[in-house]
């Protein structure tokens, strides 16, 4: 099946500083890029549609402002956490959708940020 | 307000039986529904997925059953082996699986030896 990776798989920031977690597909061009956030013994909640080469479609209640997406190629979205603070400590997986209209998304493997 | 609920936290099953995992919507837009498998700390594993045209789809152990009349598809896992231990989500999406999914909370299957 098709691989996406992520890095780094986990973080420890202080309070205020800024992370970027980068996802990419390795086998496949990605068009369509999603990230997804996970808390403790919750489900995964989509946070933002990230498409190459446009600005990503953030979801209600996500600031686009603290959480910046670019995806500047086929292959390549980054998510980056502006200053930071505990309660951004979480689960962050992306996903990635085929150019042939896969159905399927596949995930990459998560980045655990913790911010002190 | 929860448009994909997984009722079940966890259910235990004995290996060789079968495990059935339960999930249900409430988005009349969605048209695709996907089971992905899940171990902590690590990204979601699709596992198989069905269109809203259709009301089963087998692949190996695993068949999905949707009843669109009812809101409720469910996974059927036969036989249940111990490496089928873990959490498993049920998504939906209303772009035909290529938009961003609806997460339920997940059901932590056991299976016992």
């Not at chain 1, 909640?45 to 446009?54: I, K, Q, Y």
């Not at chain 2, 994909?4 to 999930?23: A, D, H, M, T, W």
Request: neutral net charge.
């Amino acid at each position: 099946g098709a691989v996406v990776s992520q890095h780094p798989s986990w973080v420890i920031c202080k309070s205020g500083t800024s992370v970027k977690i980068e996802c990419r597909s390795l086998d496949f061009q990605a068009t369509t890029m999603f990230w997804y956030r996970q808390f403790p013994k919750q489900s995964l909640m989509l946070m933002a549609t990230s498409n190459e080469g446009s600005k990503a479609t953030y979801e209600q209640g996500v600031e686009k402002d603290k959480f910046l997406i670019n995806h500047a190629s086929l292959t390549l979205s980054t998510l980056t956490v502006t200053s930071a603070h505990p309660e951004d400590s979480s689960f962050y997986i992306c996903s990635a959708v085929g150019r042939r209209g896969v159905n399927e998304q596949f995930f990459g493997p998560g980045t655990r940020l913790t911010v002190l | 307000d929860q448009q994909v609920k997984q009722n079940s936290p966890s259910l235990s099953v004995q290996e060789g039986r079968i495990s059935i995992l339960n999930c249900d919507y409430t988005n009349s837009m969605f048209d695709y529904f996907l089971w992905y498998k899940k171990y902590p700390a690590e990204g979601p594993t699709f596992l198989i997925s069905i269109s809203s045209i259709k009301d089963k789809n087998e692949d190996g152990r695993f068949t999905v059953f949707l009843n669109k009349s009812a809101k409720h598809l469910s996974l059927h896992i036969v036989p249940s082996q111990p490496g089928d231990s873990a959490v498993y989500f049920c998504a939906a999406s209303g772009g035909g699986g290529a938009d961003g999914l609806t997460f339920g909370k997940g059901t932590h299957l056991i299976i016992q030896p």
